[in-house]
């Protein structure tokens, strides 16, 4: 065998979970079809967020920004995490009591938040458009910058002994075995899928399809906006079928610059920017923030984010073969939940209790029994 794992993909999941086996004295060796974090990773906002729209969501995404937390004294300067909170945003009152339900849940959960009132929020976010009803402060919630984060996760893992190969195409997956376009064939004892939206291509019938999202970022205004502001009607646009889908999110950079977001498309699977899209979207961030019609924009581009029906990643054996296992499917959350699915995916490997259960990521939820019997050729 040429490894213990070999990982197919380095974005930050895979970068996480190459960090985490080769921490577990695993022989891993990593294949990236282009560049590690340049895809998916790199479009991202790097919102570190615990969302809370269904309990196998909140857990994996708590459990990810703990780890996170843990580690930010050890991050390099230039990925740049900021503990920046997060407001989520109430126009009405009607929105404000969603706010209060939410800091009820997360009181109960013993997850830090805060209710602001009007006066307060304007206190903290001057810039915002008048007549908000107030705002829920999840104070301890940051952002990071996700392709320096993964160069980082990579050094650990390099650090350890483990081989990570750029421009290495993977074409053809077999039981305890892949196969590069360049004709390569590389035999390891267990295999990690973690290939993003490329992942349905090397496994045909993975239920996953990629969503675009598109983001627009300003010239440097420092303090301009001080928190990750959201919408509260974000997780409606987030969690919605509907072909497309806008919503309200700015996120201040260390740099000075805003992000601005955000948008979701299921029909588009072009990587040219969508404008009348871009425009919607645009006029509900002025919406929320008037003045950043007078910013200067300095980008726009796309990313696709890889999707699952049910909106959970796929973090376990593929049960059509026993040496196949799959670490793909987060969509927006990739780099909020990078390291707690590494931490999982690595204790199913070992065979030992994970801290969170694994069930509801498990990808046999999606394949039906009389697939599961039969074996990979």
């Given at each position: 065998?040429?490894?213990d794992?070999?990982?197919?993909?380095?974005?930050?999941?895979?970068?996480?979970?190459?960090?985490e086996?080769?921490?577990?004295?695993?022989?891993?060796?990593?294949?990236?079809?282009?560049?590690?974090?340049?895809?998916?990773?790199a479009?991202?906002?790097?919102?570190?967020?615990?969302?809370d729209?269904?309990?196998?969501?909140?857990?994996?995404?708590?459990?990810?920004?703990?780890?996170?937390?843990?580690?930010?004294?050890?991050?390099p300067?230039?990925v740049?995490?900021r503990?920046?909170?997060?407001?989520?945003?109430?126009?009405?009152?009607?929105?404000?009591?969603?706010?209060?339900?939410?800091?009820?849940?997360?009181?109960?959960?013993?997850?830090?938040?805060?209710?602001?009132?009007?006066a307060?929020?304007?206190?903290?976010?001057?810039?915002?458009?008048?007549?908000?009803?107030?705002?829920?402060?999840?104070?301890?919630?940051?952002?990071?910058?996700?392709?320096?984060?993964?160069?980082?996760?990579?050094?650990?893992a390099?650090?350890?002994?483990?081989a990570?190969?750029?421009?290495?195409?993977v074409?053809?997956?077999?039981?305890?075995?892949?196969?590069?376009?360049?004709?390569?064939?590389?035999?390891a004892?267990?295999?990690?899928?973690?290939?993003?939206?490329?992942?349905?291509?090397?496994?045909?019938g993975?239920?996953?399809?990629p969503?675009?999202?598109?983001?627009?970022?300003?010239?440097?205004?420092?303090?301009?906006?001080?928190?990750?502001?959201v919408?509260?009607?974000?997780?409606?646009?987030?969690?919605?079928?509907?072909?497309?889908?806008?919503?309200?999110?700015?996120?201040?950079?260390?740099?000075?610059?805003?992000?601005i977001?955000?948008?979701?498309s299921?029909?588009d699977?072009?990587t040219?920017?969508?404008?009348?899209?871009?425009?919607?979207?645009?006029?509900?961030?002025?919406s929320?923030?008037?003045?950043?019609?007078?910013?200067?924009?300095?980008?726009?581009?796309?990313?696709?984010?890889?999707?699952?029906?049910?909106?959970?990643?796929?973090?376990g054996?593929?049960?059509v073969?026993?040496?196949?296992?799959?670490?793909?499917?987060?969509?927006?959350?990739?780099?909020?939940t990078?390291?707690?699915?590494?931490?999982?995916?690595?204790?199913?490997?070992?065979?030992?209790?994970?801290?969170?259960?694994?069930?509801?990521?498990?990808?046999?939820?999606?394949?039906?029994?009389?697939?599961?019997?039969?074996?990979?050729?």
């Open positions: 065998m040429d490894c794992i070999l990982i197919i993909g380095a974005g930050i999941i895979g970068a996480a979970l190459a960090a086996l080769s921490l577990r004295r695993y022989r891993v060796v990593v294949l990236e079809a282009g560049l590690p974090g340049a895809a998916t990773s479009a991202g906002m790097g919102h570190l967020v615990v969302l729209d269904n309990p196998a969501e909140l857990a994996l995404a708590r459990d990810g920004v703990t780890r996170w937390q843990s580690c930010q004294d050890r991050l300067t230039n740049e995490y503990t920046c909170g997060t407001l989520w945003l109430a126009r009405t009152r009607e929105e404000m009591l969603e706010a209060e339900r939410k800091h009820t849940f997360y009181r109960a959960i013993n997850l830090p938040s805060q209710l602001l009132t009007a307060a929020l304007y206190a903290t976010e001057p810039h915002l458009a008048p007549g908000l009803a107030g705002a829920l402060l999840r104070p301890d919630e940051a952002v990071i910058y996700p392709p320096t984060a993964v160069t980082w996760l990579l050094a650990q390099q650090s350890r002994g483990t990570v190969l750029s421009r290495q195409r074409i053809d997956i077999a039981p305890n075995r892949v196969r590069t376009a360049e004709g390569r064939i590389w035999h004892e267990q295999i990690v899928v973690a290939a993003g939206n490329v992942s349905p291509h090397l496994l045909p993975l239920p996953m399809q969503r675009k999202g598109q983001l627009v970022i300003t010239e440097r205004y420092p303090d301009y906006v001080r928190h990750q502001l919408a509260l009607d974000y997780l409606q646009s987030a969690h919605s079928n509907t072909a497309n889908s806008v919503a309200f999110n700015v996120q201040p950079r260390a740099t000075g610059q805003l992000l977001g955000s948008s979701r299921f029909d699977t072009g040219q920017v969508d404008w009348p899209l871009i425009s919607r979207m645009l006029t509900t961030a002025f929320y923030l008037p003045g950043l019609a007078e910013l200067q924009a300095i980008r726009t581009w796309t990313g696709f984010r890889p999707a699952t029906p049910d909106k959970l990643p796929l973090l054996r593929w049960p073969a026993e040496s196949i296992w799959l670490a793909t499917g987060h969509e927006g959350l990739g780099i909020t990078a390291l707690s699915s590494a931490a999982l995916l690595a204790d199913l490997i070992d065979g030992q209790p994970s801290q969170i259960d694994p069930a509801p990521y498990c990808p046999s939820r999606f394949v039906p029994a009389s697939t599961q019997r039969k074996e990979m050729a």
